[in-house]
């Protein structure tokens, strides 16, 4: 055999000891992820608990998405369906019309504005001014009818003026009332093009 004097013996020692530390070096973080350490599996046990928490939010907002779509559905019902502004301002005349016979009022002018888009929403408004006469009373059942309509139905303005005529014990007042109710804002956009 031959000899290896002491110095060629330490040079080669470092070096097999450097190699396998080199080997080890490269191999641990393939060793480490086919048996992880106690940090690492607490470290993943979190991380896949978050996961599931987030999989558990979106169940619940998918299950909220899906309600809340039937609701949007049940209230799109109340809509005035008319294939044009004009025809929805004639349904909501025809309510109106209901409305005012129910509390004995007289209309002395109805007249249908331009209605218009709603900004942000697929909607379209209808406007309807309607003049007339009535008692405080009637007023306030006119009001609750308009409110508790089945169609989308708001006053959006109003003038109310003291009047005299009318009789005895009770007090006219003359008002004036901008009625708007909602409708697809597709039949909105088709009418004017």
Do not use: C, W
Request: proline letters at 2%.
């Amino acid at each position: 055999m031959f000899k290896i004097d002491q110095r060629k013996k330490i040079i080669l020692s470092v070096g097999s000891f450097l190699l396998v530390a080199a080997i080890l070096y490269r191999v641990y973080p393939l060793v480490e992820n086919v048996y992880p350490t106690a940090d690492k599996i607490d470290l993943l046990e979190t991380q896949l608990a978050g996961y599931n928490h987030q999989l558990g939010k979106k169940k619940q907002l998918k299950s909220r998405m899906q309600d809340s779509t039937k609701f949007l559905s049940k209230l799109e019902a109340n809509l005035f369906r008319g294939d044009t502004p004009a025809l929805a301002a004639v349904e909501i005349q025809a309510i109106l019309d209901s409305i005012v016979s129910e509390n004995n009022i007289e209309i002395s002018s109805i007249q249908v504005v331009e209605g218009g888009k709603l900004k942000e929403l697929p909607y379209g408004e209808v406007t309807v001014r309607l003049t007339f006469g009535a008692t405080i009373a009637q007023l306030k059942h006119f009001l609750y009818a308009i409110e508790t309509s089945s169609q989308f139905l708001k006053v959006t303005e109003t003038t109310i003026r003291s009047s005299s005529r009318g009789s005895i014990g009770k007090r006219f007042l003359g008002v004036t009332m901008v009625i708007t109710g909602l409708m697809d804002r597709l039949n909105i956009i088709s009418d004017k093009e």
